[in-house]
């Protein structure tokens, strides 16, 4: 996930693309209006964000714009669950923004709606994380600049486990023992979101596999996998299991309210976490599923497009590279002032003094160690398939094999269709 305290998930934004991309005739016509007036040179740009949920991150997104002086850069800070809603609806129009934030997928590519920023980012290539290049990348083309990285990992209260008796798992099997001796009375052993998808590719990294192989394949029908399933439905049916939360997994309050005594959730979380719990909280990857496999954390973020049917594309491209590339300490402040990220930047994530010590340091090696990044091949359709995988044979305890072999029919014709 990312960094937000709002209504809706990456699921939906990415039902959005997959709209957007059916409509990629009409996007055809879904410049702006060349809107004038504004800065010294009379410029104007406007971008798009999502109403990020830590507190100072919408002034500070105005307050980098108005800093750049050859343009008046406007701010569309979209609140609560119209951001995807609005945005692909207006990337369809004369009003379409000339940059936004979003997450990369290859149908924004296929599509032509996203720029090729190759240019201004190749100079500094080597400073990103090779990851976050990697999933921006097209048949060698590099679409959308990184702006944070959000690993994301369970959260737990020690003192609670060391009430139990219960040490920190490193293994599913270990995860639910220690969910059923956490649970005590209204206060449940875990959470892991109200519909458990943030946890589905945790879980498929943990039992060795992949969504996709390098070549774009199904990896992730394994027999690693099904056993991790099937371990996930036990979790599901103990009654151990915190659900229904008033808040879904990337919001903190779940823990820190007592619902629960281990939460899934992102490091954005992790100042209002020490806030709330002082000294009382740790984190730990998602366990190993089976022997063979190994402890994961997923890695979620955001990154800045430039709109490629947009009449402002190279001056869009100029404020990118002014704010995202050339401003360190923006792109600082940006990673560590209003919840904690990693900067994408390995320069700036070194520098990085929040990130440096505590907690915050622990997050950081748990994602340099066993962080994973999402495929940019990886689309709605194929996330929506072991969706409902888990919903048949987590929640419903249907056979998880002829589950993913349904799943497996919706991925390939997606494969083919994307790749050939």
Not at 31 to 40: F, I, L, P, V, Y
Not at 41 to 56: C, D, I, N, R, T
Not at 104 to 112: A, D, F, M, N, T
């Amino acid at each position: 996930m990312s960094a937000m305290s709002s209504n809706w998930d990456r699921r939906s934004v990415l039902r959005a693309a997959a709209g957007l991309s059916a409509a990629g005739a009409l996007a055809a016509c879904g410049s702006n209006n060349g809107r004038s007036g504004g800065g010294s040179s009379g410029k104007s740009l406007v971008q798009y964000f999502h109403a990020y949920g830590e507190s100072g991150t919408e002034q500070a997104i105005k307050k980098y714009a108005k800093a750049y002086d050859k343009a008046a850069v406007t701010t569309q800070w979209i609140t609560g669950s119209d951001f995807e809603s609005k945005l692909f609806a207006t990337l369809l129009t004369k009003n379409a923004p000339d940059l936004f934030e979003f997450h990369p997928q290859i149908q924004l590519v296929k599509s032509g709606q996203v720029a090729d920023l190759t240019d201004i980012i190749d100079p500094v290539k080597d400073d990103f994380n090779p990851a976050d290049i990697k999933s921006h990348t097209v048949d060698g083309k590099i679409y959308g600049v990184r702006m944070i990285d959000d690993p994301q990992f369970f959260f737990y209260r020690p003192s609670l486990l060391e009430k139990a008796g219960v040490k920190v798992p490193t293994t599913l099997d270990e995860l639910i023992e220690a969910a059923a001796k956490l649970t005590t009375g209204k206060v449940k052993g875990l959470f892991l979101g109200n519909d458990l998808h943030a946890v589905i590719n945790p879980m498929i990294w943990s039992a060795g596999a992949d969504t996709l192989d390098e070549k774009n394949q199904i990896a992730y029908h394994t027999d690693g996998v099904i056993e991790g399933i099937k371990k996930m439905r036990k979790l599901f049916t103990s009654g151990d299991l915190l659900l229904d939360a008033p808040a879904d997994y990337w919001d903190p309050s779940a823990l820190n309210q007592g619902l629960c005594a281990m939460q899934f959730c992102g490091m954005w979380a992790m100042p209002q976490f020490q806030q709330t719990l002082g000294d009382d909280i740790g984190i730990f990857p998602f366990p190993k599923v089976t022997d063979d496999g190994k402890p994961s954390v997923y890695n979620g973020g955001w990154s800045m497009f430039v709109n490629a049917k947009g009449k402002n594309v190279d001056l869009a491209k100029e404020y990118v590279k002014w704010l995202w590339i050339d401003q360190k300490k923006y792109q600082e402040d940006w990673a560590t002032s209003y919840g904690f990220h990693i900067p994408p930047r390995t320069s700036i994530a070194q520098s990085a003094t929040k990130l440096k010590s505590g907690l915050p340091a622990e997050g950081v090696k748990l994602f340099n160690e066993y962080g994973h990044f999402d495929n940019i091949g990886w689309t709605q359709a194929m996330i929506t398939a072991l969706e409902d995988v888990f919903a048949d044979s987590v929640r419903k305890g249907r056979d998880p094999g002829a589950a993913l072999d349904k799943a497996d029919k919706t991925v390939d014709r997606e494969l083919k269709k994307l790749f050939g």
